[in-house]
């Protein structure tokens, strides 16, 4: 009798995201506080249109909105938790990342500069963490440096959302498509493309200068900002 064939092989969660998000688009769906837009309901609104227009991903500030998006939209949810607006406020503490990874997060979305974290831990204690949890962990750099450091504490995704956003790293009103490049000829772990990227060739030349995924946000989920950038574009 010929023996059964061997099962399948069992895919690798990780490298089956990774492979998932390879040159495609993440929506950012958020809304800063005050804004109408921050509503639970409607951020998972905003997550199913990012769905239905082709997104591989979404990414969603806030446990809550997590579980929510999580119930709502087949996509992987990058989950990141925003608190305060200085020194380090995207997931600052392993409790935030636990949190997340409890709402479903598939990966979480963690500020990997090098300050100071508010519950003294290191980014590698948070992926050490969250990978015990189950979970991925996209390091959110400004640096060269940093997105080094990240890729050798265990990151799975490194993006470069924080370029421009923390002191010593010049404002920009562009993509930081250079710091794209840098670290995808240097580090062994995809590279994503985060921050101002306004248009559909900007995010074509994230890809181009090596960004294995792009995330948007301002410029598809963010009408508030978007009106007042007309209106400030009028004359008088
Ligand atoms: C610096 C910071 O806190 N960035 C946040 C990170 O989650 C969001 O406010 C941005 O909207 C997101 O990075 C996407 O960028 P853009 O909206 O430029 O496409």
Not at 5 to 26: K, T
Not at 148 to 156: F, K, L, N, V, Y
Not at 160 to 166: A, K
């Amino acid at each position: 009798m010929t023996p059964p064939p061997p099962p399948p092989l069992s895919p690798n969660p990780r490298q089956s995201l990774a492979a998932s998000l390879e040159g495609r688009l993440i929506v950012s769906c958020q809304a800063p506080p005050g804004d109408p837009m921050r509503h639970t309901g409607t951020l998972v609104r905003m997550a199913l249109a990012a769905e239905a227009g082709g997104a591989a991903a979404v990414r969603v500030n806030e446990p809550e909105v997590v579980a929510a998006t999580v119930a709502a939209v087949g996509l992987p949810v990058i989950g990141l938790w925003k608190d305060g607006d200085t020194g380090v406020y995207i997931t600052p503490s392993v409790r935030h990342a636990l949190a997340l990874v409890e709402a479903g997060a598939a990966v979480v979305a963690a500020d990997a500069t090098a300050r100071p974290r508010p519950d003294g831990s290191t980014f590698a204690d948070l992926v050490a963490a969250v990978h015990a949890a189950g979970a991925q962990v996209m390091a959110d750099v400004s640096t060269f440096h940093e997105g080094r450091e990240a890729a050798a504490q265990g990151a799975d995704l490194v993006a470069t959302t924080l370029s421009g956003y923390v002191p010593g790293s010049p404002r920009r009103t562009e993509p930081d498509l250079a710091l794209v490049a840098d670290l995808a000829a240097a580090i062994g772990v995809p590279v994503v493309a985060e921050g101002r990227i306004a248009t559909p060739a900007q995010a074509a030349a994230a890809l181009a200068a090596g960004a294995s995924s792009v995330v948007v946000g301002t410029a598809i989920t963010a009408p508030t900002a978007l009106t007042r950038l007309f209106v400030e574009g009028l004359p008088g």
